[in-house]
């Protein structure tokens, strides 16, 4: 279940054919959905993206903490998601993306939101990359 700032985002996302406001105001969004690594249950995160060619690419960040988030190891557990983008949902596989690309990636996102570089200084742990890929339908 996700915790009350992060289900009124992904109530509002859902409402607003995945627009949202406030300190996410035009940010690039999408509903996460994996498996709980502990739980087995299905966990919906929302997740700041970019698009790179047919991937979704999404930050383990955690806000910088020490820490990677729960997303990240669920699907490291299971690598299998679903992702909502708009008002589209599919879904993906999880690719974890290192060395050049994966420090390319995040240059990018940097690029998009500067509060990521702000999170790369607040910790020792080198962040993940996570790179989602539509599953054949």
Same mark, same amino acid.
């Given at each position: 279940?996700?915790?009350?700032?992060?289900?009124?985002?992904?109530?509002?996302?859902? &409402?607003?054919?995945?627009?949202?406001? +406030?300190?996410?105001?035009?940010?690039?969004? /999408?509903?996460?959905?994996?498996? *709980? $690594?502990?739980?087995?249950?299905?966990?919906?995160?929302?997740?700041?993206?970019?698009?790179?060619?047919?991937?979704?690419?999404?930050?383990?960040?955690?806000?910088?903490?020490?820490?990677?988030? &729960?997303?990240?190891?669920?699907?490291? +557990?299971?690598?299998?998601?679903?992702?909502? /983008?708009?008002?589209?949902?599919? *879904? $993906?596989?999880a690719e974890f993306v290192e060395g050049a690309e994966r420090d390319r990636l995040y240059a990018r996102m940097v690029a998009?939101?500067?509060?990521?570089?702000?999170?790369?200084?607040?910790?020792?742990?080198?962040?993940?990359?996570?790179?989602?890929?539509?599953?054949?339908?």
């Open positions: 279940m996700p915790n009350e700032f992060n289900q009124q985002i992904i109530d509002e996302f859902r &409402a607003n054919e995945g627009r949202v406001g +406030g300190m996410f105001d035009g940010a690039p969004l /999408v509903l996460l959905t994996t498996t *709980g $690594a502990k739980s087995g249950r299905s966990v919906t995160t929302p997740v700041m993206y970019l698009e790179d060619g047919e991937r979704y690419v999404v930050i383990a960040s955690n806000a910088g903490a020490d820490n990677h988030p &729960a997303w990240y190891h669920n699907l490291r +557990g299971t690598p299998e998601a679903t992702v909502e /983008v708009g008002t589209d949902k599919f *879904g $993906a596989t998009i939101a500067p509060g990521f570089a702000d999170y790369e200084a607040k910790t020792t742990r080198r962040i993940p990359v996570v790179a989602l890929l539509k599953n054949a339908s």
